[in-house]
Structure formats: C-alpha cells, structure tokens
C-alpha cells in the first residue's frame, strides 16, 4: 500500500493533475487489450517530461516501490499489467517530436508519440517511419520499443529494433542513461538492441531516435483471391522461393473477409476460402514486370482472381480494411482474444489446419489475418465471455496452437512479447539456463526487479487475478 506521503510527493512532481487515484478513474488502466487478465494500480502518474520521470523513479527507489510503464495499453499480451506494482508510469502526455534532422533521416521523439504521428510529420519530405502496427495510430514509439513491434511491412523493412538508433533510458534508480545515438555503429554493447523488446523491465523509455525511411518510388500492390487457406499459404511459400521479397504479403481467411466486408465495403469476395494482400515496392521500372510474375505465382497456385489496386485510392482503401480489421470483429462474436505465434513460412499450411483442428476439438470458431510473409500468425479466437465454459476452451486451444508452433520450428511469440499472457509458455523454447541468463542480464538494469515485475519470466510469489474476460470495445 502506497503512503499518502509517498502520493504526495508524487503530486510535487507531476502537479495535482497528474496524478490519478479515484478508484473510477483507474479502472481504464486495468488491462490493455489482453483482457483476460486484470489487475488495477493504486496511482497512475502523467509525467510531461524526462526530468519528471527521473524525479518519480527516483522518489520510487528510495522508497523501494515497484511500477509499471504505459504508453497507449493496445498491447495484447498483458504487458502494462500492474502486477505487485502499485505505481503505472505512463507515457501519454509525452508527445513531444524533439529534434527531426532531415539530412540525416533522423528523428528524435518523446516516448508517448503515436507511431504515426511521427509519419505524418516528416511524409512531406517523403520520409516515413517503417515499422508500421495495424495499431500504429494509437500505439506508442515507446510500447513499440518495449514490444519490438512489427507490422506488415516487417517482412521488408525489418521490425522497430531496425529502425531504432539511440535510446533515452529511465533507470528504475532514477538515473537517466543515453543509449546508442544518432550515429551507426556506436561502440561498445549494443544496449539499444538489448532494450528493445525488455518489455519495461529495464526502466522507462523517454526518448528514442528513429531511423526515417525514403518512401518508395512506386507500389504495386495486389489483391488474390483462393478457394483454400491452403492455396493462399502455398502461394506465399511460392512468391519468396522465386526470390521475390513483397514490402507486405498478409492473409486473411474467409471468416475474417466477412466481418471485414460487412464492416467497411471494400469489395472483398466473401465466398472466398482465403484472400492475400501483396504489396511490392520500389522503383518503378522492373515493378510491373515483378507484379506480372507474383500474378503467375498466385494462378499457378489455383487463385481465381487477382486484381492490382488501380490507383493510390484504392491502394489506401485496401490497407484501411487491413488494418482495421480486429475492429470488424465485433461484428463476429461478443469477445475475441488474439493469439500470437510464429512458424517457419514453409510450416504455413500445416499451422492452420492445427488451427482448425485445434478449433473444432474446443468448439470455437476462430478467424486468421496474419502476416504471412513471415510466418507470424494472429489466430483470433471467437467466444462469449458470459460463458464460461467457452473462456476455458479459449485458454486451452490458445496454448495448445502455441504449443503446435513450437512443435513446428516456430515460436510463441512474433510481436505482441510475452507480457504475462506467455509466461507459461517460455520453457517451451528457452532451456532453465537460458532463462538464467537472461534474468541475470535484467538485473544490471533493475536490480531489485521493480520494473515491470511478474512479467516475461515466471516470478515465485507474485499473484494475478484471473477475472472473466470483457468484451475488447477499445479495439
Ligand atoms: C488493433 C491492434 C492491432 C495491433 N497490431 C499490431 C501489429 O501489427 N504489430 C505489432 O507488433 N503489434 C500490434 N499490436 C499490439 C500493440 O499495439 C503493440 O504491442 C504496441 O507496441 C503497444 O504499444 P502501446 O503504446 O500501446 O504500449 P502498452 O500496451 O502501453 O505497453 C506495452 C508494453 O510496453 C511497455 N512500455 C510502454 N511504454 C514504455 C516506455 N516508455 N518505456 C518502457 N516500457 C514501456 C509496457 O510496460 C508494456 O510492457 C496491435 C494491437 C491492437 C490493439
């Protein structure tokens, strides 16, 4: 239990307003999209600035008080959980872009900046930041450095650790170190590519440097139309074998293409078994002749149509309905929960009729929209949360379509991290010694494990409660 002075103190920092305590109020931060487990903080502290965040851990580490960083809570593995901590840190009113340098294809940004707003600063200037989340325009530069977030574009341009260059680190002491820089190749350890993908167990992200990207000449980008789940992922095996790398190649099957189409209008074919969006880029001569071979690709995989988006409109309209569709699944079931895992692309088919299999043994109906290109896949598990019964076959079929990754070459885990959804799940891939190692590695930041506790590995003592899962309105 906080002290009111601690509480106090917190308000010196922050001001009066940035602190929230009024048990209403905190019910928004007691899960992020991973609903199925909650667990409210006690305060939620709004610093505006790296100094603050400073002041805060700090007051924390006297104090030996364990905390939680957030930035939008889109993430859907548990990870801002307040897990034996009673103090969240959160990001949101730290959306300052804090220094962009054209030239060099830099930009520096506060922590709590949308990842699209820091596209939509520099595409004047043709610039973009690549990695790109269906979440992108919510989720933050700080969730994306903590979860190494991809996005559709992964397969080509690489995940947030690839476009990362420098990072401000809040200890969980209080001192602020400078990771990395502006430059490449900074000498020493690489404590920038350690940091990504920490999950908020080294401390709090203020800053971080991006790497901005030269938009691309021209794009071409395709719409394939399959019978069968199998032919599409049969197609994608075939599209990379040929030595052709998409900026984006995504799958979505037929249940997913329903609520997709009911929802926006795109003009997706409903009565197909699996639609894939394949997107080339670069530079406009050579593209139409790439495009010609993927579409030879797709018919010799039996696809029955494949249409090129006409214009940027429609380009823009086609990733729109992408991007968006977790929210057309509402239009599917009263509650969905979101698995994560990756295979080898070539294990592709074999992961889906797991899947299928997995979902008639549990009698769930279960939606894919994945990007395929990489093997990382997004089975969505359809249920009602009044039922019981139907929450614990959710649990099960989830660990089991985990489990069947595994069995396949994969992992459990392509971008959402293993918060405290997946802890269970890492003995299937890391050895007790590698858990050791990398434990051991946390401490040199976070010696007393106060930051982010009861997150990534299994840590005797510390309780979660389990609750019924709530519908995912936010999403
Ligand atoms: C509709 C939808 C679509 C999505 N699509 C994708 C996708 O395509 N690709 C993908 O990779 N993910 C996707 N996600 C997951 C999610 O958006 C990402 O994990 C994202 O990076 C989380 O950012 P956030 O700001 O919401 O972080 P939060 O959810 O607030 O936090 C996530 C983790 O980061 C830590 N954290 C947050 N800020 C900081 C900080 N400043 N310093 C240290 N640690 C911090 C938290 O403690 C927590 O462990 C999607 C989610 C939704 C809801």
């Known amino acids: 239990m906080l002290s009111a002075g601690v509480i106090e103190q917190l308000r010196d920092i922050v001001g009066a307003d940035g602190v929230i305590a009024r048990d209403s109020e905190l019910r928004v931060y007691e899960c992020d999209g991973y609903t199925l487990e909650r667990s409210t903080p006690q305060v939620v502290v709004l610093p505006k600035s790296t100094a603050e965040v400073a002041a805060i851990l700090t007051v924390l580490?006297?104090?030996?008080?364990?905390?939680?960083?957030?930035?939008?809570?889109?993430?859907?593995?548990?990870?801002?959980?307040p897990i034996d901590a009673p103090v969240m840190v959160c990001t949101s009113r730290m959306k300052r872009i804090v220094?962009?340098?054209f030239a060099n294809r830099r930009a520096t940004v506060e922590a709590g900046v949308a990842n699209l707003a820091v596209t939509n600063e520099v595409k004047s200037r043709g610039l973009y930041y690549a990695p790109d989340p269906s979440s992108q325009q919510a989720c933050t530069i700080g969730g994306n450095v903590a979860e190494n977030s991809g996005g559709p574009h992964t397969l080509k341009y690489g995940v947030t650790t690839n476009h990362v260059l420098g990072l401000e680190l809040v200890l969980p002491s209080g001192e602020i170190v400078q990771l990395g820089g502006a430059v490449e190749d900074v000498p020493g350890y690489d404590l920038v590519g350690l940091t990504v993908g920490s999950e908020g167990t080294?401390?709090?992200?203020?800053?971080?440097?991006l790497r901005l990207s030269r938009q691309p000449e021209s794009w071409k980008t395709l719409l394939a139309v399959f019978e069968s789940v199998n032919d599409a992922t049969q197609t994608v095996s075939g599209i990379i074998a040929a030595g052709i790398v998409p900026a984006a190649l995504e799958m979505m099957d037929r249940l997913i293409v329903e609520a997709i189409e009911a929802a926006y209008h795109f003009g997706f074919p409903t009565d197909a078994g699996a639609v894939l969006i394949i997107e080339l880029d670069g530079l406009a001569a050579g593209l139409e002749r790439q495009a010609q071979q993927v579409v030879e690709i797709c018919r010799a995989n039996h696809s029955r149509e494949v249409k090129v988006a006409k214009d940027e409109a429609?380009?823009?309209?086609?990733w729109k309905s992408r991007k968006r569709a977790f929210g057309a699944v509402g239009r599917l079931a009263p509650s969905y929960c979101t698995q994560d895992g990756v295979v080898p692309r070539t294990k592709l088919p074999d992961i889906l009729r797991a899947i299928t299999r997995i979902g008639v043994?549990?009698?769930?109906?279960?939606?894919?929209?994945?990007h395929a290109g990489d093997g990382n896949i997004h089975p969505i598990l359809l249920y009602d949360e009044r039922n019981a019964d139907e929450v614990e076959r959710v649990l099960a079929a989830g660990r089991e379509i985990l489990e069947a990754?595994?069995?396949l070459g994969g992992s459990v885990t392509g971008e959402h991290g293993i918060?405290?959804?997946?802890?269970?799940?890492?003995?299937?891939?890391?050895?007790?010694?590698?858990?050791?190692?990398?434990?051991?590695l946390r401490k040199v930041f976070d010696p007393t494990l106060r930051s982010n506790p009861g997150k990534i590995f299994p840590t005797p003592g510390v309780c979660v409660e389990t609750t019924r899962p709530m519908r995912r309105a936010a999403m």
């Open 61 to 81: 580490h006297s104090e030996r008080i364990a905390f939680v960083p957030r930035g939008a809570g889109t993430g859907l593995s548990g990870g801002c959980l």
């Open 99 to 101: 220094a962009i340098d």
């Open 202 to 209: 080294f401390g709090i992200v203020t800053q971080a440097t």
């Open 314 to 318: 429609e380009r823009a309209a086609l």
């Open 361 to 370: 043994h549990y009698r769930l109906r279960i939606a894919n929209v994945f």
């Open 405 to 407: 990754c595994v069995a």
């Open 419 to 440: 918060g405290v959804e997946k802890i269970q799940q890492m003995p299937l891939i890391f050895s007790p010694t590698d858990l050791l190692v990398m434990q051991q």
